[in-house]
């Protein structure tokens, strides 16, 4: 009986003191493989330093599943063995689904992205990552097909390199024009940013706290942080199992 209620008290801990014994994930090192889960080319137009003019990238949402070894404590309870994420620069190379080392692992609030393609670093302050932990919180369990997906990518690219969370342009970072329309990417993806706008100052939308993965030479990703119910989960099953696991 006693292996059960230390499951729990283990549990209630995990849930409720989690930031205060689970060290931030500032810095630490991952390699992992990707393959394209869903997504596609996407069309936009960019005034940025690397690039001037209409683009067409492809992008989406990633699958990435770890291909290195946990080194312990802290990085490894954040980025779990399998996960989702998306691309925040353009123009930069991600390996499919071949090794790709990311020498920074960081909370997403106050990271900036490796110079690289032709994007630029791109810094989340508050504002800008408050507004894709939203996107993430609220609008993922929307992109469940290519075309969402493709959606889901140029919002985000939107709130990486503009600020004023519409496609509209022109004489603005990262934009959409007339002729690039995308019937079900673009006019999605100006609905999510149109929500993620009207609630400012409310604060009404889920969030999903974020990572950078980050790397000169390789694609900067962004991935949620693992809930911590769903570790608190985990060790109490892994409880209830132990005495079974000894006694065999």
Known sequence: MRAPVLALVLSVLVVFAWPQFLPTAQAGTISANYLPLMGGDIHFTTNLPGHIGAKTSRGGILFGFRDDLPAGFGVDNKVPSFFLAS??????????????????????????????????????????????EKLWGTFLASATNATTARAFQLALWEIGFDTDLTLAGPNTPFFVDVGQFQAGITDLAETWLAAILADEGQ????????????????????????????????????MLMWPRRRRG
């Open 203 to 238: 604060n009404q939308m889920a969030r999903t706290r974020l990572l950078l993965l980050s790397s000169p030479g390789v694609q900067d990703l962004v991935t949620p942080i693992p809930e911590p119910a769903s570790l608190a989960l985990l060790v109490f099953v892994g």
């Open 87 to 132: 691309c925040v620069e353009i123009g930069e190379a991600i390996q499919l689904p071949a090794n790709n080392d990311h020498l920074s692992v960081s909370n997403l609030l106050g990271s900036s992205t490796v110079l690289g393609g032709i994007s630029g670093p791109v810094f989340f302050d508050a504002t800008r990552t408050t507004r894709a």
